[in-house]
């Protein structure tokens, strides 16, 4: 049989739906935060913007204390990446910089600029491009790099270099990804209804950055006007190569490589990226922030974020600066409700618990999540694993999640890595249905936290010998070429003796000379 | 003011299934056949069963107090009932108590906890249990009653206890009044002594398929089984394959030989190969974690079954061949792994 070419086949993509492995039909909860539309946060005392928003290096800051930033002014770069910054959310004056609660994953406390507003939120003076049509595709991209986008879909990878590398890998398609699959999560939705003009605006932009062919906006099947609103805002606009395709609502497909694999069938290979298939994925957020970027020249300074969940009193989408301590987003939803017990950024599914509210909004919050203690109930004591294979079943990177916590337990690296721990997206499936409350998801951090730590210390290894190898080959030839000068000088010496000799003798001979005369 | 909060790894729901619930919801299918089993055989399985639960929950407990695990954490997960349940429905309505004792000596302490305990065992600890009574005692294991219906004597309540208890049925009965061979039993000695299927099968303990009465209880185990793929306790891979392999093998076999091969249906509907195959082969511990390794899993069951009625030393193999298997489920797990997604 022909190999049919991934390339050509995932051109074809959203003209027939595929399904994928496991996934999970969950409770959607996200009703209760679409009742009342996107507000805006009122201006806070203090922001505390994080100088690490994502997995990698902190930032440089790019000011110092006391120092008067306008709204939109670089705070942080990324020198080793040679882009991407962190823009103040408002204007006033940097108190401090100085370590901070932080809403990284990670729950260390981290370096953040502090800002006290000077009430008067004025932008800096701003760049936009006017004509992004007829600008130059590296252009779009320098202007998405400069202003701070990244993905807003929780990955927070920096947009610009996911753009800049796809625009030379000859990508066709196109997909904003508007599918949010964790329930609660209603912020994208909101976006899509409130401002599809942006979206198709940024769709376009993107496009003609990355020299695509064409856009697939790709949203839920229960996601009701929706598609309605953005079919019309893509009419308004004359764009004819963009289409809005519905996907079914099964928990975990708006995974970047499970919703390409339901729009194409294929599979993102192991370890590559969509662009090997020739499409290019960015959430629907990102695309509105990309299209403020280019037209209005703003960095990313705001985002979308779901405040909801049985713990707060009145759960709704709020449009919060990057830096806003989440105290205040829990406050504008009229507080804590009753028993309110746990504080999640992110999904139910995916999110992190914040040990607490003084934490900042950062780039990555698409949704404050606020669990009841009936919501969580109590912990059900861990079990031995019956090998049930449940975990198995529901898993959409078909890997065998009771083999690999096994491997993890006894510490069998190589084996996890065979059994493709790597793979794993940790969308919290096989966790879910596992009747033995066996932590899974939590192992297959742990046992990811520690290859990459054996990776790093063999790397090291490797430099430190490096070093060393190179270190006593310098040595070496120090010692070569000392040799060779003491043995030059050695000779310079004995050749200057022997002329000296030559010399004496000489003289010596003249003396006898005159000796004899005399 | 700001707000703590105690912390927890996602997902942040609380868990939909546990142990305890799968194991009951396995008990629970097993119920019609139960009641079917007393309604056939009079009262003696429900104090096989009443016996076969106090010895499995008194020797767990012991054990786990000995391995100093929490004891009463592993007693409700149901794991040692659902053993002693499945071991109850293989022994003969009147087996002696000892039996029952005998019997969750070594599916509990040997078969599971020796092998580490829940999740560890490597064995079906109810089929390690009837196997070896059924190797140490095989006269109280082959004492079966015939189907009330057509028995000459039947036993009440008090007279099936005071056999269980002391050995012996109450004089004026004797053991060969009351017992009868099982059908599997008829069938196997008549074709031993020359008789064609055909004869063999005039014997009344023989109904439309299997045996008179036991086709019925194959027939709740069946509904029992399908209640558990339709509330996906158990997959459809390992009964698929077990029956499967049985009729296609019988159906070849009958069509070569009718004389001496019995018809496919009665040999799934004979002995222990609907039980096993929805509750006792899918055991997931013991089985194969894959889709296609149940397959070859159910496959192997269903294979060695026929192999062990035709040529083997027993009427029935389920119990041997469902052992045998287990032995070779790593094996069949290593080389049937699913391939990762993008790989
Ligand atoms: S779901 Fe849990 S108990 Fe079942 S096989 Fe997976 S890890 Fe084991
Ligand atoms: S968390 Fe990892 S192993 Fe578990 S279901 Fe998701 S991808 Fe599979």
Redesign the pocket.
């Known amino acids: 049989m022909i190999q049919p070419d991934p390339f050509r086949q995932a051109r074809l993509a959203g003209e027939q739906l595929h399904p994928f492995h496991g996934g999970l039909r969950l409770r959607h909860n996200k009703k209760i935060s679409c009742e009342t539309p996107i507000e805006k946060t009122a201006l806070a005392t203090r922001y505390f913007v994080p100088l690490l928003q994502h997995t990698g290096r902190e930032a440089e800051p790019m000011v110092s204390e006391g120092q008067r930033v306008m709204k939109g002014d670089p705070v942080g770069c990324f020198e080793h990446l040679g882009s991407g910054c962190i823009h103040a959310p408002t204007s006033g004056t940097v108190t401090a910089i100085a370590s901070h609660a932080n809403s990284h994953p990670s729950g260390k406390e981290g370096v953040c600029i502090v800002i006290k507003p000077d009430g008067l939120d004025q932008w800096t003076e701003l760049e936009p491009i006017a004509d992004w049509q007829n600008a130059d595709p590296a252009e779009l991209i320098t202007a998405i790099r400069q202003k701070g986008i990244v993905g807003l879909g929780g990955a927070v990878f920096p947009t610009g270099f996911k753009v800049s590398e796809a625009s030379q890998r000859g990508i066709h398609t196109l997909v904003l990804n508007g599918s949010e699959c964790e329930p609660y999560i209603s912020c994208d939705e909101m976006l899509m209804r409130e401002q599809p003009d942006s979206i198709v605006l940024g769709a376009r932009i993107l496009q003609k950055a990355i020299g695509a062919e064409r856009t697939i906006i790709a949203i839920e099947d229960q996601m009701g006007v929706v598609n309605q609103v953005l079919s019309k805002a893509v009419k308004r606009s004359g764009a004819d190569k963009i289409d809005i395709v519905k996907v079914t609502t099964i928990y975990p497909e708006g995974g970047e490589k499970q919703l390409i694999q339901v729009l194409t069938g294929l599979e993102v290979p192991s370890g590559g990226r969509p662009t090997d298939l020739g499409i290019l994925c960015q959430n629907v957020a990102t695309a509105t922030a990309v299209a403020r970027a280019v037209t209005e020249g703003k960095p990313l300074i705001e985002r979308i974020v779901t405040v909801t969940g049985n713990g707060v009193r009145r759960p709704r989408n709020l449009l919060a600066q990057i830096g806003l301590p989440i105290a205040n987003l829990i406050d504008q939803c009229g507080g804590y409700a009753e028993g309110a017990s746990r504080l999640i950024l992110g999904g139910p599914m995916m999110g992190y618990a914040l040990s607490s509210d003084s934490n900042p909004v950062i780039k990555a919050a698409n949704c404050i999540l606020v669990m009841t203690e009936d919501d969580l109930r109590p912990v059900q004591p861990e ?10 079943r529901v898993c959409p990177a078909q890997l ?3 083999s690999l ?1 096994w491997a993890i337990r006894n510490s069998l690296w190589e084996e996890t890595e065979d059994l493709g721990l790597g793979d794993c997206i940790e969308c919290g499936c ?1 966790d879910f ?6 932590p ?1 998801v939590e192992w297959f951090r742990f046992g990811k936290s520690s290859l990459q730590a054996a990776a790093r210390e063999r790397d090291q290894a490797k430099l430190a010998r490096e070093r060393f190898e190179s270190r006593e080959a310098r040595l070496e030839k120090l010692k070569q070429e000392r040799k060779t000068r003491i043995e030059r000088k050695k000779k310079a010496l004995q050749d200057r003796s022997d002329k000296q000799d030559e010399i004496a003798a000489a003289i010596q001979r003249a003396r006898s000379r005159q000796d004899r005369k005399s | 003011m700001s707000r703590t909060f105690e912390t927890g790894g996602a997902p942040h729901f609380p868990p939909h299934s546990s ?1 305890a619930g799968v194991m009951l919801q396995v008990i629970y299918a097993l119920m019609p056949a139960i009641a079917a089993h007393a309604w056939f055989f009079g009262p003696g399985i429900l104090v096989q069963l009443i016996l076969a639960i106090a010895f499995a929950l008194g020797f767990e407990a012991l054990t786990l107090k000995i391995r100093k695990k929490p004891v009463r954490l592993f007693l409700g997960d149901f794991s040692a009932v659902l053993t002693a349940v499945l071991f109850a429905l293989c022994v003969p309505p009147l087996a002696p108590w000892w039996i029952a004792l005998f019997g969750m000596l070594f599916a509990i302490v040997i078969a599971k906890h020796l092998y580490g305990g829940l ?1 560890y065992n490597m064995f079906n600890p109810a089929m390690v249990g009837y196997v070896v009574v059924l190797i140490s005692f095989p006269q109280a294991m082959t004492a079966w009653l015939p189907p009330l219906s057509i028995a000459q004597d039947s036993l009440g309540l008090l007279d099936t206890m005071v056999t269980i208890f002391t050995g012996n049925p109450p004089s004026p009965l004797s053991w060969d009044a009351i017992t009868q061979a099982t059908p599997l039993d008829t069938l196997r000695t008549g074709i031993a002594s020359g008789q064609m299927i055909s004869e063999a099968r005039q014997s009344p303990v023989f109904g439309d398929f299997g045996g008179l009465g036991w086709e019925w209880i194959a027939n709740w185990y069946a509904l029992g089984g399908v209640w558990l793929l339709w509330r996906r306790i158990i997959n459809w891979h390992v009964p698929a394959a077990m029956i499967g392999s049985v009729l296609i093998l019988g159906t070849a076999a009958w069509l070569a030989d009718p004389g001496n091969n019995p018809a496919p249906l009665q040999h799934v509907f004979s002995g222990a190969l609907i039980v096993g195959a929805f509750f006792i082969a899918t055991d ?1 511990v013991s089985g194969c ?1 894959s889709n296609r390794g149940r397959l070859v899993f159910g496959a192997g069951v269903g294979i060695i079954t026929l192999v062990i009625r035709r040529w083997g030393g027993y009427p029935d193999g389920v119990a041997f061949a469902v052992l045998l298997m287990n032995m070779a489920a790593p094996l069949i797990d290593r080389y049937t792994r699913p391939r990762i997604f993008g790989q």
């Open positions: 079990m031995p694993c019956i090998r049930c294979g449940e975990c198995a065998l999640p009771q916590v096989c249905v596992c009747p033995s409350h066996i899974l | 142990v999740g997931p974690t």
